[in-house]
Nanobody, 118 residues
Framework: VQLQAFGGGLVQAGDSLRLSCVASGRTFSTYVMGWFRQAPGKEREFVAASSWSNGITDYADSVKGRFTISRNNAKNTVFLQMNSLKPEDTAVYYC????????????WGQGTLVTVSS
């Protein structure tokens, strides 16, 4: 699976932004898809995940209620809708795919930079 993320940019605090990640491959719907982020000087952290098999989504506490992950299996695309952005959301965002445990991804996309100004 090859993953390509895009949609990052510079926004102000309180704004919204939607990231997209397009995956190659015919078995996209079987993967757990997720988003991670890495802020400057910090380790990469889990943000959100979406499982096709049971429809379950999962979020980091820091983004619950503000971010929404969704997917379009017909278009091999996973989205991350980010609302009420905060400066601390500034990071490079990566999409990832896993056969089972999204916290141990099997595939990574390139990152897309999100910068939130105060």
């Amino acid at each position: 699976v090859q993953l390509q993320a895009f949609g990052g940019g510079l926004v102000q605090a309180g704004d919204s932004l939607r990231l997209s990640c397009v995956a190659s491959g015919r078995t996209f719907s079987t993967y757990v898809m997720g988003w991670f982020r890495q802020a400057p000087g910090k380790e990469r952290e889990f943000v959100a995940a979406s499982s096709w098999s049971n429809g379950i989504t999962d979020y980091a506490d820091s983004v619950k209620g503000r971010f929404t992950i969704s997917r379009n299996n017909a278009k091999n695309t996973v989205f991350l809708q980010m609302n009420s952005l905060k400066p601390e959301d500034t990071a490079v965002y990566y999409c990832a795919a896993a056969w089972s445990d999204i916290r141990s991804p099997n595939f990574w996309g390139q990152g897309t930079l999100v910068t939130v100004s105060s």
